[in-house]
């Protein structure tokens, strides 16, 4: 039997709610499974030589919308129908393979619009295990329910 995570609702996401931190780590593997998903196979990332003036290979900069998602759905899953509205990303710092992120989020808006929509606005944190910022993520969505 799967245990299934409950919905985040929109009820839970009053402004000011911070979640519990999560870790992710960078590892090689991840970063192979993201290229070959996304088809990006930039050198930087896994080459040690063309990677070098950066400190050694780096995390591709869309995993950042990855643990930006995972950081406020690791106890709940996503209702359906909802609207991921905007995206913001200020990249700090690269994420280097063998990195481990701590990456905090928190509610930064939740209100209802002149159309009645549920909106949710997170502020997204992420930094490395030596505590430099490697990015900072504002998500804008639309909440389903």
Same mark, same amino acid.
């Given at each position: 039997?799967? +245990?299934?995570?409950?919905?985040?609702?929109?009820?839970? /996401?009053?402004? %000011? #709610?911070?979640? *519990?931190?999560?870790?992710?780590?960078? !590892?090689?593997?991840?970063?192979?499974?993201?290229?070959? !998903?996304? %088809? +990006?196979?930039?050198? /930087?990332?896994?080459?040690?030589?063309?990677?070098?003036?950066?400190? &050694?290979?780096?995390?591709?900069? &869309?995993?950042?919308?990855?643990?930006?998602?995972?950081?406020? /759905?690791? +106890?709940h899953s996503m209702p359906s129908? &909802?609207? /991921?509205?905007?995206?913001?990303?200020?990249?700090?710092?690269?994420?280097?393979?063998?990195? !481990?992120? !701590?990456?905090?989020?928190?509610?930064?808006?939740?209100?209802? +619009?002149?159309?009645? *929509? #549920?909106?949710?606005?997170?502020?997204?944190?992420?930094?490395?295990?030596? *505590?430099?910022?490697?990015?900072?993520?504002?998500?804008?969505?639309?909440?389903?329910?």
């Amino acid at each position: 039997m799967i +245990d299934e995570k409950p919905e985040l609702l929109f009820e839970d /996401l009053p402004e %000011g #709610r911070v979640f *519990r931190p999560m870790t992710f780590p960078i !590892t090689r593997a991840l970063v192979s499974e993201y290229m070959k !998903t996304v %088809g +990006d196979y930039h050198s /930087l990332y896994l080459d040690e030589d063309k990677a070098a003036p950066l400190g &050694g290979p780096i995390a591709p900069p &869309g995993l950042a919308a990855v643990f930006a998602r995972l950081s406020y /759905l690791q +106890d709940h899953s996503m209702p359906s129908g &909802g609207v /991921l509205a905007k995206q913001e990303f200020e990249f700090k710092a690269p994420a280097h393979v063998g990195d !481990t992120l !701590t990456v905090e989020a928190r509610v930064f808006e939740s209100y209802l +619009d002149e159309k009645g *929509r #549920r909106r949710v606005n997170f502020l997204i944190q992420a930094s490395n295990q030596d *505590r430099k910022e490697i990015c900072l993520i504002r998500l804008y969505a639309i909440w389903p329910k």
